[in-house]
């Protein structure tokens, strides 16, 4: 009877402290869509407690409002348009975050690890005085995070002792939230008056009908092993035949085979889709710190010796200039 009690207690006072959260997702979008990260945050947000808010800033973003309000778990979004928020620059969206925080007082604060996050959240948390926790891979309670060091090679469990908890989300590691089946309300947030100190001037965009690198169910990635930017045709005209995603080794980057948004790896994006097949790279830690988590690799590698091999579920020892176009012509039939 009186381990019963204690157990219910125990339930209690856990519920208590889940019920205490309350969550603030940046929202990443483009004013038209939310980006994929930004669910797998909603996710991440959603096992801290039950408040999960959003904030959108951007300029006509009515439309990520209507998505955001039917993705599950959310219950409320922020709204804040202004022109200084376009190409949502750190300078201009840390004060939102700021006059947000101290409006509704949230207990964390997060964002995807993409390249907007990493790039605000830090502001964010200097300005709050605490320090951030980046990319985490798991939650084990309000307070503890998991994320990897040593380019993936090891896990760190870290206990947050701030009285705000800021942290990044990694992607790949929570399942992107249901679009629809939530009934979140929506709030107009009063934009502070913009600092002024930077102004977004224009993005240029590679422009590809392949599906995004870090979302594409497939993808191939090239290595030094395909020696020119030329020979890359050979894993377009292959990613076109997969409906996949083109990426690419450091050392690929590096010797300019290709531009450096298709770097995976652990100075690159990190991927985990459904097949990744890797051409002509070794291996190497930081680029495994990259795709390890995909489902299924294959890998095309003329050396039996090459490391890659050692995650791959599928591995072909072979040239992949002859290798490569035979598998186009296969799946050409
Ligand atoms: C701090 C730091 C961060 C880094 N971050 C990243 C990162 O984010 N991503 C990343 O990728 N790397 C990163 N690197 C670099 C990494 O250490 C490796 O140098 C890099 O991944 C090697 O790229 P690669 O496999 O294409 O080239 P290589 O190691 O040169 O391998 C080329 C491979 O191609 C094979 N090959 C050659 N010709 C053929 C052929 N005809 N047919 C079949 N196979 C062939 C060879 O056998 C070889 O295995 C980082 C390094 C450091 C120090």
Request: net charge neutral; with cysteine; proline share 5%.
């Amino acid at each position: 009877m009186l381990r019963a009690i204690q157990r219910t207690n125990l339930r209690t006072s856990s519920s208590l402290i889940r019920r205490f959260q309350s969550t603030l997702v940046v929202a990443e979008h483009s004013n038209d869509t939310l980006t994929p990260v930004t669910l797998s945050a909603i996710t991440a947000a959603s096992k801290l407690g039950d408040e999960v808010s959003c904030l959108v800033a951007g300029t006509n973003c009515a439309k990520v409002v209507e998505q955001l309000s039917r993705v599950q778990g959310v219950k409320k979004v922020l709204l804040a348009q202004h022109d200084a928020y376009k190409g949502s620059l750190p300078e201009e969206l840390t004060p939102l975050i700021l006059a947000t925080q101290k409006q509704f007082n949230f207990t964390h604060i997060c964002a995807g690890a993409s390249a907007f996050g990493k790039n605000l959240l830090p502001r964010v948390a200097a300005k709050l005085d605490v320090a951030p926790i980046s990319d985490i891979t798991e939650i084990t309670s309000p307070d503890t995070f998991v994320r990897t060091i040593y380019a993936g090679n090891a896990l760190s469990t870290v206990k947050c002792n701030e009285k705000i908890k800021v942290f990044t989300v990694r992607g790949t590691s929570f399942e992107p939230a249901a679009k629809e089946g939530g009934s979140a309300t929506s709030e107009q947030v009063s934009a502070p008056s913009p600092v002024g100190m930077s102004e977004w001037l224009e993005q240029n965009l590679t422009k590809t009908d392949r599906p995004e690198l870090t979302s594409a169910k497939v993808v191939v990635s090239g290595g030094r092993g395909l020696k020119s930017g030329e020979n890359f045709k050979l894993l377009y005209d292959l990613a076109d035949k997969l409906n996949a995603a083109v990426g690419a080794s450091r050392a690929a980057v590096d010797a300019g085979y290709v531009p450096n948004d298709m770097q995976v790896g652990q100075t690159g994006k990190i991927v985990a889709p459904e097949l990744y097949i890797a051409v002509g790279i070794s291996g190497a830690i930081q680029h495994l710190a990259g795709m390890k988590d995909s489902k299924t690799i294959v890998a095309i590698n003329k050396d039996p010796e090459a490391p890659i091999f050692q995650v791959a579920d599928y591995g072909l020892v072979a040239d992949l200039f002859k290798a490569v176009p035979e598998m186009i012509e296969v799946l050409k039939k």
